[in-house]
């Protein structure tokens, strides 16, 4: 008997390993937008994206004070005009995470004020 049990564990253990560092794998990269600035007016997105890959599994996180902006994803023309009563998504936390779940391009502004007019936006690309 405990030569079928050493032998069941031989082939679980190591099967169970292997779906641990999957899922880990899977888990993918955090991306603090605007790094140790936040989600800001004065911070410049395109120099933030520069070098950056976004892959499906990452996160995205929007860091700001909570009631001084908001996040909204939005489709592309809604970024180009910062058109603000389309959005797809809207977040207000002040700490918000987006996982990352499909390939394409996507798109956020800040839908306060004169925020997106003033620069406050981001568009990312994700990748497999």
Same mark, same amino acid.
């Given at each position: 008997m405990p030569l079928q049990a050493h032998s %069941?564990? /031989?082939?679980?253990?190591? @099967?169970? $390993?292997? #779906?641990? $560092? /999957?899922?880990?794998?899977?888990? +993918?990269?955090?991306?603090?937008? +605007?790094? #140790?600035?936040? *989600? #800001? $007016? %004065? #911070? /410049?997105?395109? /120099? *933030?994206?520069? +070098?950056?890959? %976004? @892959?499906? +599994?990452?996160v995205l996180e929007f860091n700001y004070e909570k009631g001084l902006h908001n996040v909204m994803q939005v489709n592309s023309t809604a970024y180009e005009g910062c058109i603000k009563d389309t959005y797809m998504g809207l977040f207000t936390g002040g700490n918000d995470s987006l996982f990352l779940s499909e390939v394409g391009r996507i798109w956020f502004i800040c839908g306060v004020s004169d925020h997106c007019e003033n620069g406050q936006k981001l568009t990312i690309n994700v990748v497999p």
């Amino acid at each position: 008997m405990p030569l079928q049990a050493h032998s %069941f564990s /031989n082939m679980v253990v190591p @099967h169970l $390993l292997a #779906t641990y $560092l /999957n899922v880990l794998h899977a888990i +993918g990269a955090t991306h603090i937008v +605007g790094d #140790t600035d936040g *989600w #800001t $007016l %004065f #911070t /410049n997105s395109s /120099n *933030w994206v520069q +070098g950056k890959e %976004f @892959h499906v +599994g990452d996160v995205l996180e929007f860091n700001y004070e909570k009631g001084l902006h908001n996040v909204m994803q939005v489709n592309s023309t809604a970024y180009e005009g910062c058109i603000k009563d389309t959005y797809m998504g809207l977040f207000t936390g002040g700490n918000d995470s987006l996982f990352l779940s499909e390939v394409g391009r996507i798109w956020f502004i800040c839908g306060v004020s004169d925020h997106c007019e003033n620069g406050q936006k981001l568009t990312i690309n994700v990748v497999p």
